[in-house]
């Protein structure tokens, strides 16, 4: 028996990085996936790909429905659709502050509000919202983005506490650097003189195990937030990040 088997799942941003790992890890895990995307992505036995916008209420409902349509229920949400965007408050448009509030916390609230009443018929599940560990501690000029990180946290703790007596638990995952296409765009838009590569291994070296997560990494800790093995936890933040924020920067001189 696989943890997951008999476990219908729907991950939001599962056609790329984070998402997709995630997508691959509960699907090995034996549950049933439906997945959205703003493109196309992988499918297969137990693993279904819908093209959707997490802004659109209408669409979120849609995707719900038929996830449970397709597969008879509802026992696991990831949220882990989410963009980047830079800038400080005073050159971020108000066009761009919606747009990344918009996709990384009222897309969580509308899959959400849909996902609750088919979680609650299934006697209770888990919903795992992905964070950053800029919900704690910001670069910058990333104003809007690291506001919705820290609201996805807060939006979080609200959420375990309110639908605890439906058996739904709630928690957020915070990583740090992860080798994914949106780092990679972050990698060419700051690199500078370097190549994609040295980029993305000078940011690996600022976390103290060296390097940038891989996705399957992150994956790994929303799938067990998603089973029975944390059947204790809600409510909670998990920082995956090589020991990022464990770090003080004001170092001691070497020996």
């Known amino acids: 028996m696989k943890p997951l088997d008999g476990k219908v799942a729907l991950v939001t941003g599962g056609s790329l990085g984070i998402g997709r790992a995630v997508v691959e890890r509960l699907a090995d895990d034996g549950a049933a996936v439906v997945y959205c995307g703003r493109e196309p992505g992988p499918a297969g036995d137990g693993v279904h790909g819908v093209v959707a916008d997490v802004t659109d209420a209408g669409q979120m409902r849609d995707l719900v429905a038929e996830t449970v349509s397709r597969f008879g229920g509802l026992d696991i949400v990831a949220n882990c659709a989410g963009i980047q965007r830079y800038g400080t408050v005073e050159d971020t448009t108000e066009e761009l502050w919606d747009e990344v509030l918009a996709v990384n916390l009222k897309g969580i609230f509308l899959v959400c509000k849909a996902a609750v009443p088919e979680l609650r018929r299934r006697g209770g599940g888990s919903i795992v919202n992905m964070s950053s560990v800029q919900a704690f501690a910001s670069q910058t000029r990333v104003a809007a983005y690291t506001a919705s990180k820290a609201a996805i946290n807060g939006l979080t703790r609200a959420m375990a506490l309110d639908h605890a007596p439906d058996g739904i638990r709630v928690n957020v995952v ?65 920082k995956v990040d090589g020991g990022l924020l464990a770090r003080n920067p004001a170092a001691l001189p070497e020996d």
């Open 174 to 238: 915070c990583p740090g650097s992860v080798d994914t296409p949106m780092l990679r765009w972050a990698a060419d838009r700051f690199r500078g003189e370097l190549s994609q590569d040295a980029q993305v291994a000078e940011w690996g070296r600022a976390h103290p195990l060296g390097r940038v997560a891989r996705p399957e990494e992150v994956a790994e800790v929303v799938a067990f937030l998603a089973g029975p093995r944390s059947s204790f936890i809600t409510g909670a933040e998990h």
